[in-house]
């Protein structure tokens, strides 16, 4: 049996961890990680070196610095610089290294803003960003262009696939600097344990969105990875050559919400804040592409809701302050 070194970078992350355990059930796999401290990804000698020094099959390029609406806004330029760099050192140390075969992992941010619903993959660079997370969107767009660049020129086999909305184990809890899932859930539970008699939620609960279980997303990657390249590419275009992964169905924030209270335990009273803005109407991913492709989500918005929170309770500890 032929073993394959895969190297998981980003493999401490929600996405990555998820990659990473189901890799390890397999027993043609021999993964190799580093943890930020070990490899410093935005620095080119560094990863030049770690590339070199290490006999690598696969790269699933999921490293990336991430985080919601106020952490872009606030940090823009740490969002462009440091996610450029992770991914040009490590797709262009791949290719220095003769690495056939590597998969990024992007964001459903790289659409327009006013993108018609749902989002194709051919709606890519037709219009204007949304201005809060322009800087990491510019990036992750950089990263498709990358893997089309050196697959046009070298013939490489580097593929990308974005994820709709994600939530799951490992994803980030911090008051301030989450997305909505995580933030929802942890507002929720600490309202039930204080014994509260409300919770305000932002905007009126109509607009629509998309959400996807870590697992689905790791596992709908894996899928992708394995893909021969005959059937990848002629499913693709060259410069058009990425999937999208999400359900392809979506759910307004009132019913989200109401769903965060149940699973949380919260008995109180929902107040709808609809002085606080909503956002775009509806976004929602078309899957049509990865469905052709033979693959479709496992995981309900409840199911998988009721697995983040509980581990969220079993590592709370990791998220005071």
């Known amino acids: 049996m032929d073993v394959k070194n895969i190297y998981v970078a980003g493999h401490c992350?929600?996405?990555?961890?998820?990659?990473?355990?189901?890799?390890?059930?397999?027993?043609?796999?021999?993964?190799?990680?580093?943890?930020?401290?070990?490899?410093?990804?935005?620095?080119?000698?560094?990863?030049?070196?770690?590339?070199?020094?290490n006999h690598i099959?696969?790269?699933?390029?999921?490293?990336?610095?991430?985080?919601?609406?106020?952490?872009?806004?606030t940090f823009p330029a740490e969002f462009i610089y440091q996610n450029l760099m992770?991914?040009?050192?490590?797709?262009?140390?791949?290719?220095?290294?003769?690495?056939?075969?590597?998969l990024f992992l992007g964001s459903s941010c790289i659409y327009p803003k006013f993108a018609e619903q749902p989002m194709t993959e051919s709606a890519?660079?037709?219009?204007?960003?949304?201005?809060?997370?322009?800087?990491?969107?510019?990036?992750?767009?950089?990263?498709?262009?990358?893997?089309?660049?050196?697959?046009?020129?070298?013939?490489?086999?580097?593929?990308?696939?974005?994820?709709?909305?994600?939530?799951?184990?490992?994803?980030?809890?911090?008051?301030e600097n989450s997305h909505v899932i995580p933030a929802l859930l942890r507002r929720f539970y600490e309202a039930a344990q204080r014994g509260d008699r409300e919770v305000k939620a932002w905007g009126s609960g109509t607009p629509m969105r998309e959400f996807l279980y870590v697992d689905d997303m790791?596992?709908?990657?894996?899928?992708?990875?394995?893909?021969?390249?005959?059937?990848?590419?002629?499913?693709?275009?060259?410069?058009?050559?990425?999937?999208?992964?999400?359900?392809?169905?979506?759910?307004?924030?009132?019913?989200?919400?109401?769903?965060?209270?149940?699973?949380t335990g919260f008995k109180g009273e929902i107040v709808w804040d609809t002085s606080k803005p909503d956002g775009a109407p509806r976004k929602l991913?078309?899957?049509?592409?990865?469905?052709?492709?033979?693959?479709?989500?496992?995981?309900t918005l409840e199911r998988g809701l009721q697995q983040t929170f509980n581990w969220f309770v079993s590592n709370q500890n990791c998220f005071r302050g």
């Open 218 to 263: 790791a596992s709908a990657t894996i899928h992708v990875m394995d893909l021969s390249k005959d059937t990848y590419h002629a499913n693709t275009a060259p410069m058009l050559s990425h999937i999208n992964i999400g359900t392809g169905e979506d759910c307004s924030i009132h019913e989200l919400v109401e769903t965060v209270a149940k699973v």
């Open 57 to 73: 099959d696969e790269v699933f390029l999921c490293a990336a610095k991430v985080g919601g609406i106020h952490a872009n806004s």
């Open 86 to 102: 992770i991914e040009a050192n490590i797709i262009h140390a791949a290719h220095q290294n003769d690495i056939q075969k590597l």
């Open 124 to 175: 890519l660079l037709t219009g204007v960003l949304e201005e809060t997370n322009e800087p990491y969107a510019i990036a992750k767009i950089a990263g498709i262009k990358l893997c089309e660049s050196y697959n046009r020129q070298y013939g490489r086999d580097y593929r990308s696939v974005m994820p709709t909305n994600l939530y799951g184990p490992n994803d980030n809890f911090h008051p």
């Open 13 to 53: 992350g929600m996405v990555g961890a998820s990659i990473l355990r189901q890799l390890n059930a397999r027993e043609d796999v021999n993964l190799i990680v580093r943890t930020r401290n070990e490899l410093d990804l935005t620095c080119q000698a560094d990863v030049s070196a770690f590339f070199s020094n």
């Open 285 to 299: 991913m078309n899957v049509s592409r990865l469905h052709a492709l033979g693959w479709k989500h496992t995981y």
